[in-house]
């Protein structure tokens, strides 16, 4: 009798805690393991949140362990905003990669020849830890100077803009440096760029053949005709490789005719970033007559 009794007892028990672990709510995240390395952060209706080691949903409760005061607590589920709970849980892998991303920006600040991929350059050559521009030629890595273009309006067009009693002759402006030549001569048709930036985000980049006129350097020319704009520049094409945290090697798609040249950003919603920086290819030097 005792013993029917007993066991009375723990089937009742056991309905009783099959009846109380009802099914969680159809948008908690699933239950976490203990072993989670970082907190998990359940975000509450109210705009607080619990930082708990773990948790488990308990018919209507959420049982979990919390990092403030190292002992299991629980409170009522309806608490919970389990999609910002979610989103909070894919905001924490974000921020870990971007701290991963940091941490190898650190670590390229502290060694500047430690990289992604190959650079392209020989054992020993290092690119500078400072932001801007650097050229290689074959022998030597040295930076490229940077310089403010200006912009400047075609008075003829203007005027006649003005005489006319109808808009159809287009303004036009013309991006220009002053000077006929650079001060970097670049003497290989085929060098290789480095960028090294402080923005973040991937570079729009733009070399650019610019035409000498007289003593300045017509790098674009822009018009405006009935409110639709267009550019005009002699552009080369360029592969642009990222090497590691905000530096990138610039690859021309041909090899460089002899003349000068200008490496510009695009800002986004404005265009050309006027400050560019400015080299020239010198012609190679003729070779020496084979002897007879």
């Given at each position: 009798m005792l013993r029917r009794a007993?066991?009375?007892?723990v089937l009742l028990a056991a309905w009783s805690s099959a009846a109380t672990a009802q099914a969680p709510p159809a948008n908690a995240p699933a239950?976490?393991?203990?072993s989670s390395q970082r907190p998990i952060r359940l975000i509450l209706k109210d705009g607080s949140e619990q930082l708990v080691r773990t948790y488990q949903i308990v018919g209507d409760r959420v049982r979990y362990y919390s990092v403030d005061r190292s002992q299991w607590e629980e409170m009522p589920a309806s608490l919970v905003d389990w999609e910002a709970t979610r989103r909070a849980a894919q905001s924490g892998d974000d921020r870990a990669a971007r701290a991963l991303e940091l941490a190898r920006e650190v670590d390229l600040a502290a060694r500047p020849g430690s990289?992604?991929?190959d650079a392209g350059l020989p054992p020993g050559v290092e690119i500078p830890s400072e932001e801007?521009?650097?050229?290689?030629?074959?022998?030597h890595l040295q930076?490229?100077?940077?310089?403010?273009a200006e912009s400047r309006l075609n008075k003829g067009r203007f005027l006649a803009q003005i005489l006319s009693p109808v808009?159809?002759?287009?303004?036009?402006?013309?991006?220009?440096l002053k000077g006929a030549h650079a001060s970097l001569r670049v003497r290989v048709p085929e060098p290789s760029f480095y960028l090294r930036r402080a923005a973040v985000g991937e570079p729009s980049l733009r070399l650019i053949h610019a035409r000498v006129h007289g003593s300045r350097r017509e790098i674009e020319w822009l018009s405006n005709y009935l409110?639709?704009?267009?550019?005009?520049?002699?552009?080369?094409?360029?592969?642009?490789?990222?090497l590691g945290p905000r530096l990138y090697r610039i690859e021309p798609g041909q090899d460089l005719a002899p003349g000068e040249y200008v490496l510009a950003e695009v800002v986004p919603d404005r265009g050309l970033d006027l400050a560019v920086w400015d080299f020239?290819?010198?012609p190679q030097p003729a070779a020496p007559p084979k002897p007879h």
């Amino acid at each position: 009798m005792l013993r029917r009794a007993a066991i009375a007892v723990v089937l009742l028990a056991a309905w009783s805690s099959a009846a109380t672990a009802q099914a969680p709510p159809a948008n908690a995240p699933a239950p976490q393991a203990p072993s989670s390395q970082r907190p998990i952060r359940l975000i509450l209706k109210d705009g607080s949140e619990q930082l708990v080691r773990t948790y488990q949903i308990v018919g209507d409760r959420v049982r979990y362990y919390s990092v403030d005061r190292s002992q299991w607590e629980e409170m009522p589920a309806s608490l919970v905003d389990w999609e910002a709970t979610r989103r909070a849980a894919q905001s924490g892998d974000d921020r870990a990669a971007r701290a991963l991303e940091l941490a190898r920006e650190v670590d390229l600040a502290a060694r500047p020849g430690s990289l992604d991929v190959d650079a392209g350059l020989p054992p020993g050559v290092e690119i500078p830890s400072e932001e801007g521009v650097y050229v290689w030629d074959g022998q030597h890595l040295q930076p490229v100077p940077q310089d403010l273009a200006e912009s400047r309006l075609n008075k003829g067009r203007f005027l006649a803009q003005i005489l006319s009693p109808v808009p159809v002759i287009p303004t036009r402006y013309t991006i220009q440096l002053k000077g006929a030549h650079a001060s970097l001569r670049v003497r290989v048709p085929e060098p290789s760029f480095y960028l090294r930036r402080a923005a973040v985000g991937e570079p729009s980049l733009r070399l650019i053949h610019a035409r000498v006129h007289g003593s300045r350097r017509e790098i674009e020319w822009l018009s405006n005709y009935l409110g639709a704009q267009r550019t005009e520049a002699n552009e080369v094409p360029v592969r642009v490789v990222r090497l590691g945290p905000r530096l990138y090697r610039i690859e021309p798609g041909q090899d460089l005719a002899p003349g000068e040249y200008v490496l510009a950003e695009v800002v986004p919603d404005r265009g050309l970033d006027l400050a560019v920086w400015d080299f020239g290819v010198d012609p190679q030097p003729a070779a020496p007559p084979k002897p007879h």
